[in-house]
């Protein structure tokens, strides 16, 4: 196997590096550069063909992209520790907790990075008005997850989950492009405070 | 359990529907109105904090939510037939898709939506120039899963999986606020009729 990368603060692959530190897995990875649009080349193309990264290329060649799609082949092969959960309901709230991440907060802050940051103005017409209105709607969302983080250690619950990946690396990626963790988000801070300290961070 | 759901035209509801329709599972449904905005009354936010429909209700009166996770948790109760993969690699690749067909289009298709279209005009502000280059954006990615289907008979293998379900529901989405299928789509065109044809679609 062979995990096509891109160093920080691409916050996809993150997730993946993230999920094999917590996992204790050790994949060999090779980083394309994208601002040298390395992950747009023919060669790559073959491998990936929506030109995304990260991707896991397998043994035949083949390969599984999408963050989660491939972290869920990793648990796949290497149930533990479990980040998916193992009972169905576990299951289907980590999937849900995930999901609302990416929903609800990576979907703004992917607005705003791709409409208003100076960074990404070659790449297309930035409709800027509508940039902006997803940093209210990335602050609204921040907002929300701290209430409902008011009662639980985790995202999904008690346990430290593949939900806590995802909402960690939007969030570091939202900082990263200027967003600000709203000042009265206490229990959002407190979960963050807690999910930056693990080991796999480090590592990761 | 009890599925809060909502009717065509509604993508995600139709998911599950249609999931459970493949797998002969039989759920009691209670259709909420989203013309009246009952998906945002109290009493399902007690359900669904994120107010969004479907979200399935559990014995001990808590809810999953999200249409795939609410999927995921029903096939690791039932997991005959298998619709998100029984093999490390089946799981894998059935994700991607599903994601790719999230991510390249049911975006784009969702962008339109809420930009253009005048039944969502009084919900917010629509930024009406953003939401025309996501009609091109949802044509490329037709043409794109169009070339990705000239070797096979379904989205993520030989197999119909969750991934055929999520590319339907979105296409017949986007169709139905008047985007078409490019006329040179065969391949996407042929995928579109096999699963179409289906008893599920019949019963869904």
Redesign the interface.
């Known amino acids: 196997m062979l995990l096509y990368n891109a160093p920080d603060p691409a916050p996809n692959p993150r997730r993946v590096r993230l999920f094999l530190a917590e996992k204790g897995l050790d994949i060999p990875m090779r980083d394309l550069a994208i601002v040298k649009r390395e992950h747009k080349a023919p060669e790559f193309l073959e491998k990936n063909?929506?030109g995304q990264l990260p991707a896991?290329e397998?043994d035949d060649g083949s390969a599984?992209?999408?963050s989660?799609?491939?972290c869920?082949?990793?648990e796949?092969?290497h149930p533990e520790p479990s980040l998916f959960g193992t009972?169905?309901?576990e299951?289907?709230?980590i999937?849900?907790w995930l999901?609302?991440a990416e929903?609800?907060l990576m979907?703004p802050v992917g607005m705003v990075w791709v409409?208003t940051h100076p960074f990404t103005a070659g790449l297309g017409?930035q409709?800027t008005?509508?940039g902006e209105?997803n940093k209210t709607r990335a602050a609204k969302a921040m907002h929300?997850f701290d209430?409902?983080l008011e009662d639980r250690e985790y995202l999904a619950g008690p346990g430290y989950s593949m939900a806590d990946i995802v909402l960690l690396t939007t969030i570091d990626f939202a900082l990263w492009i200027g967003l600000e963790l709203p000042e009265d988000a206490d229990h959002l801070r407190g979960w963050h405070d807690r999910v930056s300290a693990r080991e796999s961070v480090k590592r990761a």
Do not use: K, S, V
């Open positions: 063909a929506a896991l397998l599984i992209a999408e989660i799609a491939i869920r082949y990793l796949a092969l009972t169905p309901e299951i289907g709230r999937d849900m999901r609302r929903n609800m979907i409409h017409h409709f008005d509508f209105t929300w209430g409902q």
